[in-house]
């Protein structure tokens, strides 16, 4: 691969829907992981509540007596196999939100972004093969836990890498970043979840697997267009971590608290909002039942109006006023993600008067809402984290950015766990007092910490690339000829 910097990279690249064609690899690599990390996370609820963890399967899962004694053990009591479902879950998502500081790491100091990306694809295939497998299960969740760490933090980073510093295409950039996984979101489950619920659970975690190898395929083949020059190891000098840095560096951190709560509602929905979906919702459809994990592509599909409409929106808006920084954007879109779980509360509480099943309205309505809302949170938060953070510490500091997802997951997995012991309107409510409380913190947080948030030239990175150039200018000067 070519020796390249950043800035390089940017200027002279095609163009994909006026942003680097780079995005447009990397937006199609990361629709196919997000393709297969959708499918297996729209079963993995209900293949352990329906068949894995009844009397006859769990006994073949290698390790896993230990394993469930350890959960017992951390909750205080013998879980039901409901409860237990949710909090296998809540570990897994929690961990796959982890990982990724490792991950970064492993990118920024030993192998460089290429080669993670790729070793995190390769782990995700092998993760959702043995998924088709009992026995192999707790292992396929740790392979499945470091391939998204290796994958996502730095296929993120490479696209915040695109753009020089002060670009606003950075935020638009994430966005339609998150178009593709909204898309892949919405197929997903479709495909997965009528394989494995319709036919066999094994055929839905394959398909996962044969999604993932498409994606590392599309991320190869773009491998060229891809800012890798300052994390590859032993090919350029690497950025050093300055003392100035810190305060951004804390206030990042303090960020992420506050950031986990305000999820809780959408990382809901992969857990219990399916069980308390196929208990309380009308999913007959032209008079036919359709599985639960439909309402997810549903959700995807209009996650993928959501994501677009806001783009346009933040672009018509710019045409007119000045457009807002990042952190005021994440106050927008918490203040109405806490929303959407109050629809699920109504909902339940006139299901609880009237005694008839809920309508699919409501659902609808709910994933509409909260959607809105994600559109102005994950990939904002994203481009905030990629904007902001030290480049000597990027692809570490995106996975940081994820670890306010592993906490939520974590949270998730615990309120799950409490769904058997609340009526549906409490639980729900729950819910929205929990987003609540993140908005209120990232509001203080905008009103102390906006001047040190705002966009400003990064002069770490120019001097960075200026090095590369220079370098390559004195070895090789016959590249840079006009």
């Avoid at 990390?37 to 009844?54: D, K, N, T, W």
Wanted: charged residues 15%; aromatic residues 10%.
């Amino acid at each position: 691969m070519n020796v390249q910097s950043p800035s390089a990279v940017t200027s002279h690249a095609k163009l994909f829907l006026g942003h680097p064609v780079g995005l447009g690899y990397l937006a199609f690599a990361e629709a196919w992981e997000r393709f297969s990390f959708s499918g297996m996370q729209a079963l993995l609820v209900l293949y352990m509540g329906q068949r894995l963890l009844l009397p006859g399967h769990v006994e073949h899962v290698a390790g896993f007596s230990a394993f469930r004694g350890w959960i017992d053990g951390a909750y205080g009591r013998h879980l039901s196999v409901g409860a237990l479902a949710s909090a296998i879950f809540g570990l897994y998502s929690g961990g796959v939100y982890l990982t990724p500081v490792l991950g970064g790491w492993l990118a920024d100091r030993v192998l460089g972004r290429t080669r993670t990306i790729t070793l995190g694809a390769l782990l995700l295939m092998v993760g959702h093969f043995l998924m088709a497998f009992e026995a192999p299960f707790l292992i396929a969740l740790a392979c499945l836990a470091a391939g998204v760490g290796c994958f996502k933090s730095n296929i993120a980073t490479q696209v915040g890498e695109l753009y020089a510093p002060g670009d606003l295409r950075r935020a638009d950039a994430f966005q339609l970043y998150m178009i593709g996984i909204s898309t892949a979101a919405m197929i997903a489950p479709l495909v997965c979840g009528a394989l494995g619920q319709k036919v066999a659970w094994h055929w839905g975690f394959g398909a996962a697997g044969v999604g993932m190898l498409v994606g590392l395929a599309v991320y190869l083949r773009g491998r060229r267009w891809y800012p890798d020059v300052l994390t590859e190891p032993g090919r350029a000098p690497r950025a050093k971590l300055l003392r100035s840095a810190g305060p951004t560096v804390l206030v990042l951190l303090a960020l992420l608290p506050a950031l986990a709560l305000s999820s809780v509602g959408n990382e809901q929905m992969f857990n219990a909002y399916l069980v308390w979906g196929e208990a309380h919702l009308d999913l007959r459809v032209l008079g036919q039942s359709m599985p639960v994990t439909w309402l997810l592509s549903a959700d995807a599909l209009i996650a993928t109006g959501a994501m677009a409409g806001t783009v346009l929106f933040w672009r018509w808006w710019a045409t007119r006023h000045r457009e807002p920084d990042e952190i005021v954007k994440l106050v927008l879109g918490v203040a109405i993600s806490a929303t959407a779980p109050l629809i699920l509360a109504l909902a339940s509480l006139g299901e609880a008067s009237t005694g008839r099943r809920i309508g699919l309205s409501w659902a609808i309505l709910f994933h509409l809402i909260n959607e809105i809302g994600v559109a102005n949170v994950f990939p904002v938060g994203l481009a905030l984290f990629s904007r902001a953070a030290p480049k000597a510490v990027g692809g570490v500091m995106i996975g940081v950015y994820y670890l306010n997802l592993f906490a939520s997951n974590m949270l998730v997995g615990w309120l799950g766990t409490l769904y058997e012991r609340m009526t549906p309107a409490a639980f729900w409510l729950l819910h929205a007092a929990l987003v609540a409380i993140g908005g209120g913190f990232l509001l203080v947080a905008a009103l102390i910490f906006r001047r040190v948030l705002a966009p400003r030239v990064d002069l770490e990175l120019m001097l960075d690339a200026a090095s590369v150039v220079a370098r390559e200018l004195a070895n090789e000067p016959s590249r840079y000829r006009s």
